[in-house]
């Protein structure tokens, strides 16, 4: 069975920065688009960003400029590096594999003073 497990989340300042890890296993990485997306309190869960097999990403406009998403499939991991961090980027942030359908549990991300 495929599974994802997060990890590098954490508590920042504003304006620190951050790099989280997601760790597959029972799958061909390599094939797989993979994503972030992250839920705040009280807020529906969103895409963060998403890669594909050929390294074409995307990103949500809110954190465009600010997050890189990269992978390494020799290592079957996906990162999101994160810098410039906001108090609004505060929340759990899920891995998720688009092709399987699955998803990690989740790495809290706190930014604050």
């Known amino acids: 069975q495929v599974q994802l497990v997060e990890s590098g989340g954490g508590l920042v300042q504003p304006g620190g920065s951050l790099r989280l890890s997601c760790a597959a296993s029972?799958?061909?990485?390599?094939?797989?688009?993979m994503g972030w997306f992250r839920q705040a309190p009280g807020k529906q869960r969103e895409l963060v960003a998403r890669?594909?097999?050929?390294?074409?990403?995307y990103y949500a406009d809110s954190v465009k400029g600010r997050f890189t998403i990269s992978r390494d499939n020799a290592k079957n991991t996906v990162y999101l590096q994160m810098n410039s961090l906001k108090p609004e980027d505060t929340a759990v942030y899920y891995c998720?594999?688009?092709?399987?359908?699955?998803w990690g549990q989740g790495t809290q991300v706190t930014v604050s003073s």
């Open positions: 029972g799958t061909i990485f390599g094939i797989n688009t």
């Open positions: 998720y594999d688009i092709g399987a359908t699955v």
């Open positions: 890669i594909s097999s050929s390294d074409s990403t």
